[in-house]
T-cell receptor, first 115, second 111 residues
Framework: GAGVSQSPSNKVTEKGKDVELRCDPI?????LYWYRQSLGQGLEFLIY????????KSGLPSDRFSAERTGGSVSTLTIQRTQQEDSAVYLC?????????????FGSGTRLTVV | GNSVTQMEGPVTLSEEAFLTINCTYT??????LFWYVQYPGEGLQLLLK?????DKGSNKGFEATYRKETTSFHLEKGSVQVSDSAVYFC??????????FGTGTRLLVSP
């Protein structure tokens, strides 16, 4: 597509429920990233997919968080047993592998609220 | 490891004032440097970039020069507008790594 698409744009969930957040990267972009932006905070790296390599999961805050990328395109970030501190905007970005130093294209994010 | 330090906000200015938002970095290798902007209610947008020392990135009246000797990439604009009110993020990347962001600086411009 023309840009990075994320869905849903807003999600309200009850504490303890599982949620899935979806990211459609720009067609042909082989690198995909998830970041989290908490209220009043900066951007926290979560996970990075680069082509067919094993993902860099070093930013995932706990084992309740996981992500997958199917067919080298769409990615799903799953948060199990959500907690109130998971409330944040979850941002996805993609880039063309090999030109990552020219920056990423970000989606508009999914605002997650855990009540 | 790589890191970015930005000045604390908010920065509050009157319209047509001069803007500087400081950004310094620590990196292994030779990073590329970026400024991203997030307008209220919107996602992050790339504002400008510089990929090697002494390069100057510019866009929409904003400028930043890659200073290797001071490891800095300060954002400047000669005359801010109310529409520039946003959160500005400095960031860097080295090689095939992930973007590392600063904590962001909120700019508030009043008429």
């Amino acid at each position: 597509g023309a840009g990075v698409s994320q869905s849903p744009s807003n999600k309200v969930t009850e504490k303890g429920k599982d949620v899935e957040l979806r990211c459609d990267p720009i067609s042909g972009h082989t690198a995909l990233y998830w970041y989290r932006q908490s209220l009043g905070q900066g951007l926290e790296f979560l996970i990075y997919f680069q082509g067919n390599s094993a993902p860099d999961k070093s930013g995932l805050p706990s084992d309740r968080f996981s992500a997958e990328r199917t067919g080298g395109s769409v990615s799903t970030l799953t948060i199990q047993r959500t907690q109130q501190e998971d409330s944040a905007v979850y941002l996805c970005a993609s880039s063309l592998l090999g030109v990552a130093n020219y920056g990423y294209t970000f989606g508009s994010g999914t605002r997650l609220t855990v009540v | 490891g790589n890191s970015v330090t930005q000045m604390e906000g908010p920065v509050t200015l009157s319209e047509e004032a001069f803007l500087t938002i400081n950004c310094t970095y620590t990196a292994t290798g030779y990073p590329s440097l970026f400024w991203y902007v997030q307008y209220p209610g919107e996602g992050l947008q790339l504002l400008l970039k510089a990929t090697k020392a002494d390069d100057k990135g510019s866009n929409k009246g904003f400028e930043a020069t890659y200073r290797k000797e001071t490891t800095s990439f300060h954002l400047e604009k000669g005359s801010v507008q109310v529409s520039d009110s946003a959160v500005y993020f400095c960031a860097l990347i080295t090689g095939f790594q992930k973007l590392v962001f600063g904590t962001g600086t909120r700019l508030l411009v009043s008429p």
